[in-house]
């Protein structure tokens, strides 16, 4: 169904202030920006933004199938429990739903998520098991799967050819009425923490609806937006780029500061205010609300790790949440650059001299970098794959933290489109998957070059998703993570013609426009919430000077919309070839062995003979024996080098190739895991190393950058 290009003046005409702010502009829209909007959603249509009437009420029939369902089992649990018939009758219980759906803006063949709220009498033990039957019995339901132990538990299953995830709460209630309001807050009194999990994402997302001016221009702005940023390759949260909660509150907050402006004119504020955002300032959509509930919310005053926190974008629902944790300084450079990218097009598109079309065309990942990392996960059969690749892509940011805080690596960009594997891979593993990531390089100064050795950022990496699978009983036979540095000319190795002879995009280079600025970390002085001073910490929060700021500059752009002629110029790009070599792994020295976490040598020293710099990798292989990786930890700053090694990095005086001996002490067990730092990344940092049957084929990737 489409949306309108925008409402009457009347209707758009704000009765109340919204945000934390007052508006940029209240001007109305013109004539040219129904145009532009209606031009706008013509481009969207072939991508599947748009459900017709058909699909949409196929999706209200399937939601009330559910809702009787939920009733049904609830009087069913009452009578279980042998309550009152007169408190079984009036129960109730409701099926809500949030997300893009409940927004308004999902796209055809979506999922829809949805939160079973159910009263006192009914457990969560309930739902995962009565329930969970009853839906097994349930004729249209397939795929159904339960993952109760999750952040946010969830019971997943198709119900007419349409995904819904399903989640839980229970309130303090004996009845659950249909016009249940679940904005108030007294509603989250007395719920354990997962209820308070669940009821979260229908509260940010009502929450948000009831923030911006004007509903439809809203949606229309965000589906364009969305459409863009998976276009472009920075729509991921798992990956650490931005979620679609995160991508709703940006626009909400353009929405704001526009009120009365239609979906084009929005589309082009939107990249106007982030483009210029001097982030870590906080987002925010509404000023933060104090309760008595004493639930964690996010405060930099009280908090010293939410001053680390990136790009925040807070929620809007109490308890307060930043919605952004995963972003890391890469990500944030590569959206930074997007937005920039953004602003140039559509300042072109509004000039007349480009089409929405523009906007939407995919970069060429893989003409952007000159070095990339290729990460391959491979298993023996579907199943097993489906699980393996579901991990390691969980984990892959963790990978990019590990890049970002070698002192020689700039940008770790990963993209989050995966691969099947290569038909050289195939011979050796049923099931394939890969994923690229680009690689900036700091240049070697006043040195011919400079010796990178990349192993125990990749060793580490593969430690914790190997740590991680044994803890969660998901580590099988033949399940292997693999890493290769390869250069732009040799990627048709891995890929086809197709991808790799991609248009090239007119875009800045992001090794050469962001590294500089962008990565900073900002201290803690930079501000966070609006107009806050912790005396204690001696912070300041001065997002209201920002503000100043952007909305000056937007004022002063808004006069220079006139002149619109131009031609689209395009460039093609071609690849040249050149075959990678394939990496040697670590080469026992007479006298030497691998090191193993557990011997009884005083200590192990392990010599690599350094493979040609052209192509390396790392593997970890499921095996017959019984070989332990060697955890150690890292901390948040650039390192000097690779923990195992003092001499990796020197300068090549004459080009020649060089030899280097990684000496590596071998710890106990004990001593490993009381250094362990503690991770959101695992369930147990205490836990030990998994004992299961993994071999450890400890390779090296190492490279050499000339001047």
């Known amino acids: 169904m489409k949306e309108t290009c925008g409402s009457s003046l009347v209707e758009n005409q704000p009765r109340r202030h919204y945000g934390i702010t007052s508006p940029i502009s209240l001007a109305p829209p013109r004539e040219i920006d129904y145009i532009y909007t209606q031009k706008l959603i013509e481009v969207m249509e072939p991508f599947g933004v748009f459900e017709d009437e058909e699909e949409l009420n196929r999706r209200l029939v399937i939601l009330r199938k559910l809702s009787n369902l939920a009733k049904e089992w609830i009087v069913e649990v009452g009578e279980k429990k042998n309550l009152l018939s007169s408190v079984m009758s009036n129960s109730g219980g409701k099926i ?33 098991q009565s329930f969970f039957d009853k839906l097994k019995r349930q004729d249209g339901i397939k795929n159904l799967r339960a993952v109760e132990d999750a952040y946010v538990p969830v019971i997943k299953f198709e119900f007419d050819g349409i995904e819904i995830d399903l989640v839980f709460a229970r309130l303090a209630l004996q009845s659950i009425s249909d016009n249940l309001d679940l904005r108030d807050d007294s509603r989250l009194r007395n719920l354990d923490i997962r209820c308070i999990r669940s009821l979260n994402g229908c509260r940010v997302t009502d929450e948000i609806l009831h923030l911006v001016p004007n509903k439809e221009n809203f949606r229309l702005t965000l589906r364009a937006i969305k459409l863009w940023a998976k276009r472009r390759g920075i729509y991921s949260n798992m990956l650490g780029f931005l979620g679609g909660v995160s991508w709703a509150m940006l626009v909400a907050r353009v929405c704001q500061l526009y009120p009365n402006a239609v979906a084009s004119a929005l589309v082009h504020k939107f990249f106007l205010i982030f483009s210029k955002w001097e982030w870590p300032n906080p987002v925010l959509l509404k000023h933060p609300e104090e309760s008595n509930l004493n639930l964690p919310v996010w405060d930099p005053r009280v908090n010293p790790s939410d001053r680390n926190h990136l790009m925040p974008i807070i929620t ?57 990392i290729v990460l391959t996960a491979s298993s023996s059969t579907e199943e097993h794959h489906l699980e393996w690749v579901g991990l390691v892509e969980s984990k892959i940011r963790v990978l990019v933290g590990n890049l970002e805080r070698n002192e020689f690596i700039t940008i770790a960009h990963v993209n989050p489109q995966s691969f099947p594997g290569t038909r050289e891979q195939y011979k050796e593993s049923s099931y394939v998957s890969m994923w690229f990531l680009g690689i900036i390089f700091k240049k070697a100064e006043n040195a011919e070059g400079v010796n990178i050795d990349l192993t125990y950022d990749i060793q580490s990496f593969t430690d914790t998703v190997y740590r991680q699978a044994n803890n969660i009983n998901v580590l099988k036979e033949g399940m292997k993570i693999e890493a290769t540095h390869v250069k732009k000319k040799q990627l048709h190795y891995y890929l086809s013609t197709d991808v790799l002879q991609r248009r090239k995009k007119s875009m800045p280079d992001i090794g050469q426009n962001t590294c500089g600025l962008v990565l900073k970390r900002a201290s803690v002085d930079e501000g966070c919430l609006d107009g806050y001073r912790n005396i204690d910490v001696g912070t300041q929060y001065q997002a209201a000077p920002l503000f100043s700021r952007v909305a000056g500059f937007c004022s002063t752009s808004a006069l220079k919309e006139t002149g619109r002629n131009a031609a689209l110029q395009r460039t093609t790009i071609f690849t040249s070839r050149e075959k990678p070599s394939v990496a040697q792994p670590l080469l026992p020295i007479p ?57 990796c990095f020197k300068k090549l005086k004459d080009g020649g190739k060089c030899i280097h001996e990684d000496s590596v002490p071998v710890l106990p067990s004990d001593t490993l895991r009381s250094q362990r730092l503690s991770s959101k990344e695992l369930p147990d940092s205490s836990s030990p190393v998994p004992a299961s049957s993994v071999r450890v084929i400890k390779n090296s990737i190492r490279l050499t950058l000339n001047r």
């Open 96 to 128: 809500f739903t949030f997300g893009s759906y409940r927004l308004g803006v999902h796209t055809k063949g979506a999922d829809i998520d949805a939160l079973c709220v159910a009263p006192r009498h009914v457990e969560r033990s309930d739902f995962f």
């Open 316 to 372: 809007p629902a109490y308890p307060q949440q930043n919605s952004t944790y995963n972003v890391s300084t890469s990500t944030r450079a590569v959206m930074v650059e997007e937005f920039k990218q953004g602003l140039m097009v559509t300042d072109e598109i509004l000039q007349g001299r480009q089409e929405w079309s523009k906007l939407l065309e995919p970069p060429n990942f893989f003409q952007k970098y000159k070095h990339y």
């Open 591 to 647: 006298g030497t062995s691998i090191p193993m976490i557990g011997s009884r040598l005083d200590s192990t020293v392990a010599m690599e003979i350094t493979p040609p710099p052209s192509a390396f990798n790392t593997s970890t292989v499921t095996g017959q024996n019984t070989v332990l990786p060697i955890i150690v930890p890292f901390s948040t700053h650039k390192r000097s080098h690779s923990p195992c090694s003092k001499e």
